[in-house]
Nanobody, 126 residues
């Protein structure tokens, strides 16, 4: 089992950068696939980025590709999301998610993750 705590959200202006972090407690962190999802008011939770246990590659939603970078540090039980060139449409609550048994085809679907953080608010003003 793992507990996740996000941090780093805030209010920024269009074009600014922000770095989100998610720290995990519990065992076997390196075995978990980790993902970021976000949910804007009145909208469904949507996939942002995912990185597998090997940490060699991250995969991104088209809407953030080229602007966001996800990385993990297994020694620190931490995963980060570096966000640049932020847009108002990036405004949402960002959630960190983890699962140790998820398969490739399910990585982009929030329903398949067992563990979630409490979320951190990101607001991008015009």
């Amino acid at each position: 089992q793992v507990q996740l705590v996000e941090s780093g959200g805030g209010l920024v202006q269009t074009g600014d950068s922000l770095r989100l972090s998610c720290v995990a407690s519990g065992s076997a962190f390196s075995r978990y696939t980790l993902a970021w999802f976000r949910q804007a008011p009145g909208k469904e939770r949507e996939f942002v980025a995912v990185i597998r246990s090997t940490g060699s590659n991250a995969y991104y939603a088209d809407s953030v590709k080229g602007r966001f970078t996800m990385s993990r540090d297994n020694a620190k039980n931490m995963v980060n999301l570096q966000m640049t060139s932020l847009k108002p449409e990036d405004t949402a609550v960002y959630y960190c998610a983890a699962d140790s048994r998820i398969i490739w085809s399910s990585m982009f679907n929030s329903e398949h993750y067992d563990y979630w953080g409490q979320g951190t608010q990101v607001t991008v003003s015009t």
